[in-house]
């Protein structure tokens, strides 16, 4: 089964500071990876897919990108705002399967 | 707008009742999905649909029963056999993998046991 694990689980950082989040995935053989920001008491709301077959996707001042061979993505966030506080969940889909497996989420505050 | 509804968003319920939580979809996706979430936990899923008429249990299935008897909508019946109910539930949808399989989500389902 595969499991996706995202450490840290809490970060907190000054305002401008650029960061990184890290996702692991046990299983290399997915369809694709997807990066969520959800607010507290909210939904998920989609930042970026990566199909398997791409290494990168950037959004603004967010990059993702996917090592699929070492079961790795990251989320880059330039220039952090305090607007960026949020807790960051990746999901991966495997090539088999109809789910979805999500990480447990970073905690990103970003301090003014 | 097109997007996914739930309703309502909190929900208070008594020990041994049933209550029934309501997804509604217009993006007229095939796959529909329930999750639950607790403090702390990632998300774990509860059932999962593909298609009308058909649905698969996940990992946390016990105390929940569904039904899909329309492509827009996916309601989630908390039973009185779930011993501990107080969570965050998202419904969700996704695309087919010919559009990239991207998973949407509503805005939550607040239930408490009270």
């Known amino acids: 089964k595969q499991e996706v694990t995202q450490i840290p689980a809490a970060l907190s950082v000054p305002e401008g500071e650029n960061l990184v989040l890290n996702c692991s995935f046990t299983d290399s053989a997915i369809y694709n990876l997807q990066w969520f920001r959800q607010d507290p008491g909210k939904g998920l709301t989609s930042l970026l897919l990566i199909q398997s077959s791409q290494r990168e996707q950037t959004s603004g001042r967010l990059n993702a990108s996917l090592d699929k061979s070492s079961g790795r993505s990251t989320l880059y966030i330039a220039a952090s705002q305090p607007g960026d506080s949020a807790t960051y969940l990746c999901a991966v889909r495997p090539n088999t399967g109809n789910q979805f497996y999500f990480g447990t989420g970073t905690s990103l505050t970003v301090i003014p | 707008d097109g997007g996914i509804t739930q309703s309502p968003k909190y929900l208070f319920r008594k020990e041994g009742q049933n209550v029934t939580l309501s997804c509604e979809q217009n993006l007229n996706h095939d796959a529909m999905y329930w999750y639950r979430q607790d403090p702390g936990q990632g998300l774990r899923l509860i059932y999962y649909s593909q298609i009308v008429n058909d649905f698969q249990k996940g990992d946390i299935a016990e105390g929940y029963s569904v039904s899909r008897e329309k492509k827009e909508s996916f309601p989630l019946t908390v039973t009185s056999a779930q011993k501990n109910p107080t969570a965050f539930y998202l419904c969700?949808?996704?695309?087919?993998?010919?559009?990239?399989?991207?998973?949407?989500f509503g805005e939550g389902s607040w239930l408490t046991v009270v």
């Open positions: 969700a949808s996704s695309t087919t993998p010919v559009w990239g399989n991207t998973i949407y």
